[in-house]
Every structure is written in structure tokens, then in C-alpha cells.
């Protein structure tokens, strides 16, 4: 196990493409795969039947929340007393999980650190599938069998902010803790949550050597890499106090407190991810307007000079730029085009990692354009890469536009 990457939370993971017979096999009363064998990378030699809790996670772009159901998986050679052969078979029982899966989902059997199992299936062709695999590092799944990873401690299964992300869609939680900034930031916030942007500015504090005018990409990942690391380390603080006090019976208020540690995190991604934005327009002299009003009352994240030029009917369209923010996208996406009339094509910045092509292709139909930190580009495949703007390439172009309009700060 090496800290800071997968192997933390996982001893070694097997990842393939369910073929017809495959998952009308994990939707029937069977319930057993054959010619398994090389998941005794995973499970070793079958000696009885080996019975291992598991948990199953059914995974789309299209619901906000997992199915999941809890289980067991049953490990077992049915050859065990041949002299020379083996057959060994997975077992697995009927469950809400099983029941959702098709030819050509993503099926991942991983086995735990404590010795359970995790069994995801993402359904063909979308996203969470395509980052699931990107973040086991798997990428031939072209042959029929499993692609087995039994190390999980290489340079490219180290956890940044992406992958823990994408860990926590499939149920891992991540620790890591900064308790070097505990005492400070509970002296600092007297023992409570701060307002997001004060929270943001602290987190660019701590990091003095970050310079968002050389390196415009690294430092906005640098920036929310250590604004969720802080942000957790003062959850987990808070968090334990409140529990430590407990809720004696009051059910309704464990279950709202629960869900206010849940909305607390949706929300605070996107509106750090907005603050950091803010601060590198403005240290590299960009004229911008946050939340500007435009037709029908909508409220662009950026709008770039500012809503004067855009309602401006002699101001060149061309020089203004409209930037939606969404720190994950799913189907969101498609409330940016409303936002501007009077800009054809507009911009979309996410942290969202290996969109499919399907939803690439059509924010090209739709003269959206995606712009995301260089560093996650490795994620989508050579024909979308060359499609994609880094934070760089976009702040360039705004003030390109800017110095043509003459509206610079």
C-alpha cells in the first residue's frame, strides 16, 4: 500500500466490457461466470467456496444518485478435486444492480484493502464510464477476458483532485488531511464553515509559490486541489464534534444534518472553482463581469468586457465572450447555450474528466466550446484533444479580444 494513490483502497482490480451472453448471464437466475480464471490475479486459488462481502454500484450520466445494492460474491474452482484442471466461477446474487446491466457496460470487480469486494457497472458509452476506466488506468478492453491491475502504485494512479472525484462517485472517500492548518483554520473561522469565496482566498494563501500569470492551468488546479484538501480536513473536524454530541433520538435532525454535509459539498466545489477563476482574470488584467443579467434574465458565470459592452448594440459581438462554469457537467451543460444571445459561440470551463464523444460531438453541433485545465486533456481520446481549449488558450483569447476593443483594464 502506498499512500496518496490507489492502492490505499484497493488491492488490485479487474475491468471489462460485458459481452450479450456475459449480461444476460448478470440479469438472469444463473448468476455464475465461467472462464474466469484470471481472476485468480485477484482471489488466488479457489479451495472451497470463498465468500467475500461485496457492494454493487450501477453508475450513468443520467441519474444524480448511484443504484446500490450490498452482497456477497461467492469464489470457487468447480474442479477443485480434478487432478489436473480447474474451472473456476464467480457467484453473485440477483440484485437492482445486476438487473440494470447490458451488453457492452463497463464491469470493474475490485477487491478492498479490509477484503471486500466493489462491483461497478457503468453503463456503455457515457461518462462516469469512461472516467471509471481512465482512473483504474485500463485501456485496451478490445479482447474478451478481464484486464487485470494487480499494482496500483504507479505515477499515473496517484490521487489528485480528478481522480478523487471520481473515487467518490463510486463510493470511496478520501482522506487527506492537512492537519498542519487545522489549529489556524479553526482559530481563523472560529470553529464553523466560513462563506465559500473567504474560504477560497484562505487556500490561495497557503500556497504563495502559485503564480496564476505564468501558469494559468496549474494554478487553478493547484488552487482547488488545496481548497478541497483544507475544506475536508475542516469538515472531518467539525463533522466528528457534532457527532461526538450526538443527536439522542432525533432522527430528523441526524437526517438534516446529513444532508447538509451532502449539499454543503455539491455546492462549495462549484463556487470555489469560480472564485479561483476570478482572481486569475483579474491577476492577468482581464475586464469581466460575474453574474452578469443578459436576456430572459439569465445570469452568466463570466461575461467578458462586461454587461455595459454586451448590452451595447454598437459593441462588435465578436469581442465578447460568454464563460459558463460548471465544475462536473452531466447534462447542465446545455443552460449555457441560453445564457447570451448575442454570442454565437460560447465557452464552458469544467474539471469534468473524459466527457463521452457523444456529448462532445453534439457541444460542437451546438458552437459550445469546452476549455479545461491542460492537465486533464490525458483523460479524453486524440480526436476530442484536439477540439479542447486549455485555461491558457482561453484567457488568451479574451484578451485578444480585448486589446481589439480597446476595453483593457
Known amino acids: 500500500m502506498k499512500a496518496g494513490h490507489l492502492s490505499e483502497y484497493f488491492t488490485g482490480v479487474a475491468v ?44 450513468n450520466d443520467h441519474d444524480d444518485d448511484p443504484a446500490i445494492a450490498d452482497g456477497y460474491l461467492t469464489w470457487y474452482d468447480a474442479r477443485e478435486r480434478h487432478p489436473t484442471r480447474s474451472e473456476h466461477r464467480l457467484y453473485f446474487p440477483t440484485t437492482t444492480v445486476s438487473e440494470c446491466a447490458v451488453a457492452g457496460d463497463l464491469l470493474v470487480i475490485a477487491r478492498r484493502p479490509d477484503g471486500s469486494v466493489l462491483v461497478v457497472v457503468a453503463e456503455k458509452g457515457s461518462t462516469i464510464a469512461n472516467q471509471v476506466q481512465w482512473l483504474f488506468g485500463v485501456s485496451d478492453l478490445a479482447h474478451p477476458g478481464f484486464s487485470i491491475r494487480e499494482e496500483l502504485e504507479t505515477e499515473q494512479d496517484r490521487i489528485e483532485f480528478a481522480s478523487r472525484l471520481i473515487l467518490e462517485n463510486i463510493g470511496i472517500v478520501v482522506e487527506t488531511p492537512e492537519e498542519n492548518h487545522l489549529d489556524d483554520m479553526l482559530k481563523r473561522f472560529g470553529g464553523r ?8 482566498t484562505y487556500a490561495r494563501s497557503t ?28 469538515e472531518r473536524h467539525l463533522i466528528g464534534d457534532r457527532l461526538t454530541q450526538g443527536f439522542h433520538g432525533d432522527v430528523d435532525g441526524f437526517i438534516s444534518f446529513s444532508l447538509s454535509v451532502q449539499n454543503r459539498r455539491k455546492s462549495r466545489v462549484g463556487h470555489a472553482l469560480e472564485n479561483h477563476l476570478e482572481i486569475m482574470f483579474m491577476e492577468n488584467g482581464i475586464r469581466y463581469k460575474r453574474a452578469a443579467v443578459t436576456e430572459r434574465k439569465s445570469k452568466p458565470d463570466f461575461l ?15 469581442n465578447l465572450t460568454l464563460l459558463g462554469v460548471k465544475s462536473t457537467c452531466k447534462d447542465r451543460w446545455r443552460q449555457v447555450l441560453a445564457e447570451g444571445d448575442r ?22 453541433a451546438k458552437q459550445l466550446q469546452l476549455v479545461l485545465p491542460r492537465a486533464l486533456h490525458s483523460t479524453y481520446t486524440s480526436l476530442q484533444q484536439s ?7 482561453f484567457t488568451g483569447l479574451v484578451l485578444e479580444r480585448q486589446d481589439k476593443s480597446g476595453t483593457g483594464v
Not at 304 to 318: C, I, Q, R, S, T
Not at 349 to 363: F, R
Open 304 to 318: 467578458f468586457p462586461g454587461v455595459a459592452e454586451y448590452h451595447n448594440p454598437g459593441f462588435n459581438p465578436l
Open 207 to 234: 500556497l504563495k509559490d502559485v503564480n496564476a500569470r505564468d501558469g494559468q492551468d496549474a494554478a487553478i488546479v493547484a488552487w482547488m486541489e488545496r481548497e478541497e484538501i483544507l475544506f475536508r480536513t475542516l
Open 16 to 59: 471489462k466490457r460485458l459481452s450479450s451472453v456475459e449480461a444476460d448471464i448478470f440479469r438472469s437466475n444463473q448468476h455464475e461466470f465461467n472462464g474466469v480464471e484470471g481472476l485468480k490475479k485477484l482471489f488466488g486459488q479457489g479451495h472451497g467456496k470463498q465468500t467475500y462481502p461485496a457492494r454493487f454500484i450501477y453508475l
Open 387 to 393: 477540439w479542447l481549449m486549455d485555461i491558457a488558450d
Open 193 to 200: 464553515f466560513p462563506p465559500t469565496r473567504e474560504f477560497s
Open 343 to 364: 454570442i454565437s459561440r460560447k465557452h464552458l470551463l469544467t474539471l469534468e474528466t473524459a466527457i463521452s464523444t457523444n456529448q462532445t460531438d453534439e457541444m460542437q
